[in-house]
């Protein structure tokens, strides 16, 4: 089940929090309450931040913004839940431009034990599928620094095009390209069955935590 649903079972509504199931992940609205050690430790990680934008402020400053900006309309925050073990391990960021009719998802994966498993591709996709069916946008953008060659290789192989190139100024730090792929509504439904067909395929934990490597999958809408 990925579509929007309230805690009763009704259909969602603009505002509402979402609880989004896919087969290994519960993703769902992120509250204050989710704001723990454990969060803000990810932030702490530099494996993770090199790849996801984040201001040069606390981190209990930035998740408090971060959570205290999402509308349920046009802003939302999730937390990704691990079913199986029932524990929090990243979030997405996902913006929506109504003009443009265009959603901008973002995701980050936290907790090492579960990189690797293209958890991050599962839970972004069911947050991209709610928006083309409760949001009324025809097209996904997804922003990789540049660094990221891993990532942007799979968005082309996923179909995406790149259509800009752009470069992120913040006062302290080195200039960083982002580079920017977009894809239409019809060519992502068309290629969901082969991505999702690959997805069911994987385990949902790594055989061994101390086989994990560093990630090659942050910091973008399909890790």
Known sequence: MIEGMTSDDR????????????RRLVVRTFTPADVDARVLRWSADPAVAENLWHPPVPPERYFAGLVGASDQRTRFTFLIVHRRTERPIGYIKLQIDPSRRTQTPSVALGERDYWNLELGTEAV????????EQLGVERIESRVYAQNRKVRERLLRFGYREVDVLSEIIPGRPLRKVHVYGIEKESWLARAPEVDARLA??????????????PATLGSADS
């Open 125 to 132: 996709r069911a947050v991209q599928r709610f928006a083309f």
């Open 201 to 214: 395929a994987l385990p949902d934990v790594q055989p061994s935590a101390t086989e994990v490597k560093a």
């Open 11 to 22: 259909p969602w509504q603009p505002g509402e929090p979402v609880s989004l199931e896919t």
